[in-house]
């Protein structure tokens, strides 16, 4: 990364900087809430930060936010955590996904665009999407769920999951999901915080040309989820509802008019998961507003979306970009759900589902795109891309040969969009903007009303130098609480502990002097592979159930070239020995009971586990020994129990290097 050098890979022409909604937003800001007129994107975003309550104001009248009741004032508190967004206020998230439907120009155009393995892409219009909305909040209702109950899914990337989740928001629910390929044990990790009384499952999915039966899987979390009080069986195999299920087809069935039920704006939407380093992974949950307010932002400005979009991003319904995705709908966008491989039945699988949807922006994984440049895949070779207007990268972070592949080999007018955020915030703190130069290894510019800076360890801004990630204004999608953490003290310890009343994310970044932005990577422990996080914590408990494991630490380390390395090391208990056998029973226990996209790399026996003095495993120094950081700058030594197993794990990172 130069940052001095300041010529961009891609530039907007005037054209298109005339015709990005960004653009029209801030003329239309100016004139009626003191905007600056002049000065482009940095000009607003200084403005949207400085001015934050009247930003959102503009916000939530730009894009005609429905309330049913209006609000007292836009920001109750700014305190962090805990800020009060919109008190008084009242509305529904579902109405305002639905409301395309509405139109009688667009109620017969697609809302949905399912795509699998072996389809061409199957419709589901507005109207239809309405009516089975309509029909399945009827049945909730009718079985009991009122405002605040959990319902949750456990179901791939298919439309019944987005007519589930906006049925669960149309009555009040708290939707919850988690993807078919997650093991019993990590869905119960999850799913047992939070007490559902409905589950919507399915009896298997399709991944790779394969069947993947979930029938024993389903039974077991029947069992050890006594809060149900119904689950709903979807036939994806074509099997038969078992004893006790409800068929999908019959709540659905019904033609009634949806009715939303109107909620506080801090209302609870959903609940998304993001581990820590210890115990189970947090329940992040998050509000009807604002997630409302903030998606509206994001995709509406940001990624510039409207009717004319089709929106596809490669992900599953265990990863907050399934979320993102379905809020497209807040835009009259057209979303593209795809249920499968990204990989099958060629590694440029996900470019053939956006030239058959029609995609105009096509969301994926840097490590696709680092997988498809490795395979010598050509894109606009091989496929219509002509409706391709942006592809957006997420997960990682998009390494500079990424930017100049996509650039080559998709089009060079194309608007590549690096973005960041996290499952914490569900949104994107930085990325995207139609308006503004691409520039190689860097994400645009921070978003609207997100004041994103990059700290040093005294709380102090950089730029053009590495630092923490930290916001210090509050956003309105940041978590309302974590779930079971009754005096806020774990959603606190996690994002505020190190600069007090300001949101220190976990991720190393730079602000350029020029605006843009570059994310380094995680700065904490938590396991990031194809866009799914996991705890560290999740894999422990798992492999350390095997009696020759004594203790484990796992590492994931973003490597240069755009991959991703994660070792497992073993501490084996006294006469065992790893061989190929328990090689393989370890990998086995990760594929079965946690996920097959956090089997490890390698497996490396180690002399010992590292630990603080009040027994804490020590990942954090230990990737960074992995990634080359001398001793003295990766750990305080003080804080070890044993300094000498630090040599074994440099060893490593001198093979390595």
């Known amino acids: ?35 600056p007129a002049d000065g482009g994107y940095e000009a607003l975003h200084r403005w949207s930060v400085t001015e934050l309550d009247t930003f959102w104001k503009a916000v939530t009248d730009w894009f005609d936010v429905r309330f049913t009741h209006p609000y007292a004032r836009v920001l109750g508190s700014r305190t962090m955590p805990g800020a009060e967004w919109f008190p008084g206020a009242t509305l529904n998230y579902a109405e305002h996904a639905l409301r395309t439907a509405e139109d009688p120009a667009r109620a017969d155009t697609p809302a949905i665009l399912h795509v699998d393995e072996t389809q061409e892409p199957r419709p589901v219009t507005w109207a239809e999407l309405r009516r089975q909305v309509g029909s399945l909040a009827a049945r909730l209702r009718a079985l009991g769920v009122r405002p605040g109950d959990r319902v949750s899914g456990y179901l791939p990337n298919i439309p019944e999951a987005v007519v589930a989740l906006l049925a669960t928001a149309a009555v009040g629910g708290v939707w919850t999901s988690c993807a078919p390929d997650f093991g019993a044990r990590s869905v119960l990790d999850r799913f047992q915080q939070v007490e559902p009384v409905v589950l919507f499952t399915v009896d298997g999915y399709r991944y790779g040309g394969k069947e993947h039966d979930r029938r024993d899987t389903v039974a077991e979390l029947r069992s050890a989820l006594p809060s149900l009080r119904a689950v709903v069986h979807i036939p994806l195999l074509g099997t038969d ?166 650039h080559d080999e998709v089009g060079d007018d194309l608007w590549i969009a690096s973005v960041s955020g996290g499952t914490d915030v569900c949104s994107c703190f930085a990325g995207a903007v139609a308006t503004l130069p691409v520039h190689i290894g860097e994400l645009q510019a921070p978003a609207l009303g997100t004041d994103l800076q990059a700290w040093d360890p005294q709380g102090d801004p950089l730029v053009d130098e590495v630092g923490e990630l930290v916001v210090t204004n509050p956003m309105p999608s940041m978590p309302i609480r974590f779930w079971n953490d009754p005096d806020g003290s774990r959603y606190h310890d996690s994002y505020f502990d190190t600069y007090p009343g300001v949101w220190r994310h976990g991720d190393w970044i730079t602000l350029t002097s020029r605006g843009s932005v570059v994310i380094h990577g995680r700065s ?97 120094p230990v990737k960074r020994l992995l990634q080359g950081t001398p001793l003295e700058k990766a750990v305080n030594p003080g804080s070890i129990d044993n300094l000498d197993l630090l040599a074994f794990y440099e060893d490593i990172a001198r093979k390595r290097a």
């Open 1 to 35: 990364m130069d940052t001095a050098n300041p010529s961009p890979l891609w530039q907007p022409d005037r054209e298109q900087i005339a015709d990005a909604r960004i653009t029209r937003f801030q003329a239309w800001a100016a004139d009626h809430y003191g905007a």
């Open 524 to 620: 904490d422990s938590t396991l990031n592979r194809q866009g799914v996080r996991m705890g560290s914590a999740d894999i422990y408990e798992a492999v350390e159930r095997l009696p020759e494991i004594r203790e484990s630490l796992v590492i994931g380390l973003e490597q240069p070239d755009g991959g991703y390395w994660m070792p497992l090391f073993v501490h084996l208990a006294p006469g065992a020995t790893l061989d190929d056998d328990l090689r393989s029973r370890i990998k086995r226990t990760i594929r079965e009971q946690l996920s097959p996209r956090h089997v490890p790399d390698e497996i490396i026996e180690a002399p010992g586990i590292p630990h603080t003095l009040t027994g804490k495993r020590i990942e954090v």
């Open 241 to 406: 509802a078992p004893d006790g299920a409800l068929d999908w087809a019959a709540l659905t069935a019904g033609d009634e008019a949806p009715v939303f039920e109107e909620v506080p704006f801090d209302h609870p939407l959903w609940v998304l998961y993001s581990s820590g380093t210890t115990g189970l992974p947090k329940a992040i949950v998050q509000s009807q507003g604002g997630i409302l307010v903030e998606h509206l932002k994001q995709l509406g400005l940001h990624c510039d979306l409207g009717p004319d979009d089709r929106f596809f991003w490669y992900t599953s319904t265990g990863w907050m970009m399934w979320n993102f995705l379905v809020s497209g709908l807040l835009t009259g966008t057209t979303i593209v759900t795809y249920d499968g491989s990204p990989g099958h039945p060629g590694t440029d699988a996900q470019w053939a589902v956006a030239e058959r949807t029609g995609a105009t922006l096509f969301g994926t994984s840097a490590a696709y795109v680092m997988a498809c440049r490795k395979a010598g895949v050509h894109p606009a070779r091989d496929h219509d891309l002509s409706r391709v207007t942006c592809v957006a990268t997420t997960g990682s972070p998009l390494p500079p040969d990424g930017f100049r592949w996509l």
